[in-house]
């Protein structure tokens, strides 16, 4: 590969990411391995932008979760100065009897606990009586 | 790492079992602890092989108690042993690795959370071993005369919220959760010595079979059982014969030349009853999955006793959460008959049936909502903290300190001891922590005194002149047994100290004799405390953004935790095993990270059926017997779970006859029958447990001459419950007697209206007498 090369060390100081942390991204598959064997091993410049990236997106306030869907094409990148996009939603399994499940998302469940754990009731009252009978 | 959006699964499973069990390179965990007092030494050592064909790194996340200073940290290599340095986390890491690079061996201890540690061990070549010893110190919690050792052995799942932050890069989940699976190939061996054979009373373990050595000093307890699955707390409770009221030492600071000296004051606060709640109540409790089975029962069960205690027009609401939460009412009501009628109705439906643990929602609004009076909220919070913001969880409260104050209660197999202590800390609260197999009602009803006081605020050390105090603010409570440390530049010590502080609005002082220490490591339990102290002073850090005064603070830690050899959150322990050129590692070591056991009873997980299981030692009895015993299932729920279990115990010889039921039953019945409205109501069950029965109170009643007959049978069970409570359960007194306040009340006011006699006998001595009576034909109490 042409271009410069750099130890951890060189790479660190270029992008002010800790030696921990490029190693801990490189583990987790958001940075390439460096070139050579082992830790010993040399960083390019892509290496250097990947990890810029990797910082401006943290800069604006985007989680690693979500960094590594933006890089991955998956997401799109936000604007600068763009609040940080809700890439995935979170939602809740409950459990009314094994096999019968109610999903709620994540936010609604925050804003209407009392009508999820209402309907949690009521389901579980029904299901029950049906499988009693 | 796939759980990118948390707040749903949190397990990982790397795969199938099988493929795995050559791969574990930890071989076995080893505690050794010493304890004298309160205080207590304990070394952990976790021991390394490398039994496959090329060199490993290895990764161990693994759980401490959440108040210990970590003073110590080394690696014994083949012959030779290696002390650990403090150093910046960062700056550690990179020493760390750095020898890595060179083919050395390295090993690096890091705190994630001041109860979650990870362990870095480096290039292990191929059938290299490792054992790894870290020491820590710690002042253990005491409530009157008995003191709580607790060694927690497994990290539990814990919830994050979707937007919870990530920590200086890194993921939150991937810095506070091991990699989990069902089984694992090493185990725990334990033995604690406790010091002082003259002045214990008895040691016993709630959470495990154990043995006891009583004859020498120290006592020696050790885990039954060779090898210990790692999936649960190790509780054991020493008590002693006497609780110490008030003690203080002195130390000198050390070889250093730093020329400081060191104090550490215990005080035992007098207990004083409260004249009832400052403020309103708020009762919330965790419906969360992980607390399915005997928690959520034995949880709603105390909490409905508390209830009935609450003096007449107290505001109070009843919250739960889970993943959502719901409350009783929009605002706090006054307690009449009616709402604790509702709020016990509402209580006796709640399952724990609300998904994950999201604390952070319904603590916003008892955080937020407007007060019913001038005084603070005070939320009874019973959960098992499985909660992984607790930085964010702090910072609410911190905010909200003054105006609402959390008394939190642990419950479980392996509870958060730092959401739990951590949220007392910031709020001016209390915490207390409940092991499986020990009853919840008693020590949630403890916290009943607590929340009916002010509180005792304002504690200083004085009489040390530029005496630099930590913690530096805490509030504590009447009946608790607080700790406070000092340090100051110079060396001769005080003959005394005084500690000042306030209950209510009055200003108290206590005088306490200083003692010389001998080596005692009060030096590091001072920086432990004054880490805290900046720790949880406020501001989660761990930001990118963070200003110019973060970073101070920072530094500041460093210099603390570098001075007094003491981990916190900014650094690490690091060793450097420099190896000959022969004996390098080449090539690149696989990373290997250890597998953990999930908690027991986690969502249910091996759902407990022998609560009750435990090994006693008691001192009352000269010998030991050991014996293999069927643990009786408590709290039977889940047939088709159960399995029901032996188990070897060592208990005293001879065998207590059978006590049915248990005594302490009968307390927690009894202060069940109490009514919202003052008084109580005996059924003919209950009576017949007095040895009475519900027709003699009747005939009783009758004799009282009241024209109402269903109030004089309401002034008779009442005057014999509480004659009851006084002849059977003295012990229990701080308990109870705030509760029942309002029924004694009560019965005063009825005897002011007109003397009361039943057979010519006044009320009060017919029932002390009735009472004295009952405990005779129903045998003497345990203890």
Known sequence: ?133 | MTAGTAGLSVVRRDGEWAGQEAAVPLVGVSVQADLVGRGVRVEVTQTFENREAGPVEAVYRFPLPEGAALTGFRARVGERVFSGEVDERDRAFDRYDRALEQGHGAYLLDEERPNVFTLSVGNLNPGARAALTLTYVETLEAAGPEVRFTLPTTISPRYLPADAPDEDGVPAADRLHPTYADRVPYGLTLAVRVHGREGLAAVESPSHPVTCRLGADPVVVELASPSTRMDRDFVLTVRHAAAAPRRAWAAAGGQDGHGESFLQVDLALPAEPGDGPPGEVAFLLDCSGSMQGSSIDQARRALGIFLRGLPAGAPFNVYRFGSGFERLWPAARSATPEAAGQALAYLAKADADLGGTELLAPLQELCSQPLAGPGPRSVVLLTDGQVGNEAQVFDLVRAAAGRVRVFAVGIGHGPNDHLVRGLARASGGAAALIAPGERIEPRVLALFGKVMSPGVSGLRLQGVAGLDQAPADLVAFPGETVTLYGRWAGSAPPASVTVAGRVGGEARTWEVAVAAAEASPIRELWARAAIRDREEGGGAGGSRQEGRKARGARAALVELSKRYGVVCRETSFVVVEEREEADRTTGQAVLRKVPVPVTRGWHGRDEDVANSCSGVASFSTPLEVREEAAIAPRFFRRKERGVLGWAAFARPAPAPPPQHPDPDELLYDLLGAQQPSGGFELDDALARRLGASANGLRRAAASLGHPAPRAAYALISTALALAALEARFPAERATWAPLVQKSRDWLAAQEAKGRLAVDGHPLAAWAAARAQLGRATRGKRRR
Do not use: C, K
Request: charged share 25%.
């Open chain 1, 1 to 133: 590969m042409d271009g410069t090369r750099y130890t951890i060390d060189e790479l660190g100081a270029r992008t002010g990411v800790s030696r921990r942390n490029i190693r801990y991204y490189v583990q987790e598959g958001l940075l390439e391995p460096p070139a050579g064997r082992g830790r010993g091993g040399f960083y390019y410049d892509s290496h250097v932008e990947r990890l810029g990236r990797i910082r401006a997106l943290q800069d604006q306030g985007l989680r690693l979760a979500t960094i590594r869907e933006v890089l991955a094409g998956a997401a799109p990148a936000p604007e600068p100065g763009e609040p940080a996009p809700a890439i995935r939603e979170a939602w809740a399994r409950l459990e009314v009897i094994p096999g019968l499940e109610l999903h709620v998302r994540h936010d609604v469940e925050l804003t209407m606990g009392g009508v999820v754990g209402e309907l949690m009731r009521l389901a579980r009252a029904l299901a029950t009586r049906g499988g009693s009978r």
